[in-house]
C-alpha cells in the first residue's frame, strides 16, 4: 500500500506552510504529496487566503526532488481544459514528470459565488468534465508537429499546436460516489480511481462499481481518509478535535488512533480493494504528526 499526504490549504496556508509539508513528506518516504483545489475556506477565517494549486505544485516541483505532485481534485470550473493542459504539462517539466492530475466537475458553490467564477448545474458540470477530459488526454496525445482539433458543446479548440507536452504520462484520478457516469468517466479517462472519506464498506461499494464497469481494464484504487494518530490517548485526543470530530465518537470512517489502531484499519482498506491512501493532514503545522506517520506507520502497510 502507499501512503501519500494530502492538505486542504484552503483551512489556511501560505506556500512555505505548504512546502514544509511537502519536505516532511519527502523526508518520511511517502510517494507523494497532494492538496485540494479550493479557493474558500469551509470553516473559520481562512487566514491569510488561499493559495492557486498549481502555481503551488509549481513551486513545489522546483524545490523537492522524488515525491509526486498532485491535485486532489482540480475543479473543472476553474480553469480552460487547453490551458489546464498546457499547466500541467509545464509543472511535468518543472519536476521531470512527477505530476498527477485529480479532475472533478466542482461543488461548492459559495467559492464560485465568491471569486466570480460560473457554477452551471450539475449536468452541465459533468459535461464540462468530460470535454475537459477529452480535450486535455488529447493534447497530450496530439504527436508534436501535429494540430489538435475539438468542437465540442462547450469548447471548441481550433488548430492547437498541443503545447507543450508531459514529460512521461500524467496519471490521471476521478473520484467520487456517482453510480454511473462517474464509474464510466474513471473507466475511460483514468488511471486511478479514488473513493474519498468513505467508511470501509462503502469505500468497497465505490471501488467495486468502477471495478466491474472496467472490465478487466487495470485501475489504481484509493481512498482519501482524514487521520489523527497519536503516540498515546492524550496525543490522539488532540489530533482528533483538530480535525473537528468529537474525540470519544470520531466516526466509523477516517484513520484514528495509536499507530497500531491505524494500520490496522489501513489493513481494512487494502482488504477492500484500496492500495493507495491519501492522509488527510488537517493541521499543516503538526510536522512531528507527519514523521510519527512515516517512522511508524507507513513502513508498517508497505507489503500490502
Not at 471569486?115 to 468534465?129: D, H, I, K, N, T
Not at 468497497?204 to 472490465?215: C, M, N, S, T, Y
Not at 470512517?253 to 482488504?271: K, N, Q, S, W, Y
Not at 499543516?284 to 507489503?303: C, N, Q, S, T, Y
Request: charged share 20%; hydrophobic share 40%.
Amino acid at each position: 500500500m502507499q501512503l501519500r499526504t494530502f492538505t486542504e490549504p484552503q483551512f489556511g496556508a501560505t506556500y512555505d506552510d505548504l512546502l514544509a509539508v511537502a519536505q516532511a513528506t519527502e523526508a518520511g518516504g511517502f510517494d507523494a504529496f497532494f492538496r485540494s483545489d479550493h479557493f474558500l475556506t469551509m470553516g473559520g477565517d481562512g487566514l491569510p487566503g488561499p493559495t492557486d494549486a498549481w502555481l503551488t505544485l509549481a513551486g513545489l516541483a522546483r524545490e523537492t526532488s522524488r515525491i509526486n505532485l498532485g491535485t486532489l481534485v482540480t475543479s473543472a470550473t476553474f480553469r480552460l481544459p487547453g490551458v489546464l493542459a498546457a499547466s500541467v504539462a509545464q509543472v511535468s517539466q518543472m519536476s521531470g514528470g512527477r505530476v498527477e492530475l485529480g479532475l472533478g466537475s466542482g461543488w461548492y458553490e459559495q467559492e464560485h459565488t465568491a471569486y466570480g467564477v460560473p457554477f452551471p448545474s450539475l449536468a452541465e458540470r459533468f459535461e464540462r468534465l468530460e470535454e475537459q477530459l477529452e480535450i486535455i488526454t488529447g493534447m497530450w496525445a496530439t504527436p508534436t508537429g501535429e494540430l489538435f482539433q475539438h468542437q465540442g458543446k462547450h469548447y471548441s479548440l481550433a488548430d492547437c499546436p498541443a503545447l507543450p507536452k508531459p514529460v512521461t504520462p500524467v496519471p490521471i484520478i476521478v473520484g467520487g460516489w456517482g453510480t454511473k457516469r462517474t464509474p464510466r468517466l474513471a473507466v475511460r479517462f483514468a488511471s486511478e480511481f479514488n473513493v474519498p472519506f468513505g467508511t470501509v464498506p462503502d469505500v468497497q461499494a465505490g471501488i467495486d462499481r468502477v471495478r466491474e464497469a472496467a472490465g478487466g481494464r487495470q485501475l489504481v484504487y484509493s481512498t482519501a481518509q482524514v487521520v489523527a494518530c497519536g503516540r498515546d490517548a492524550a496525543e490522539v485526543e488532540r489530533r482528533i478535535r483538530v480535525t473537528g470530530r468529537d474525540p470519544q465518537q470520531p466516526g466509523q470512517d477516517g484513520l484514528f488512533g495509536t499507530p497500531d489502531e491505524v494500520i490496522a484499519r489501513l489493513r481494512e482498506f487494502a482488504a477492500a480493494g484500496a492500495s493507495r491512501v491519501y492522509l488527510q493532514l488537517l493541521d499543516i503545522h503538526d510536522l512531528d504528526h507527519i514523521d510519527l506517520l512515516a517512522r511508524e506507520v507507513l513502513p508498517a502497510v508497505a507489503d500490502l
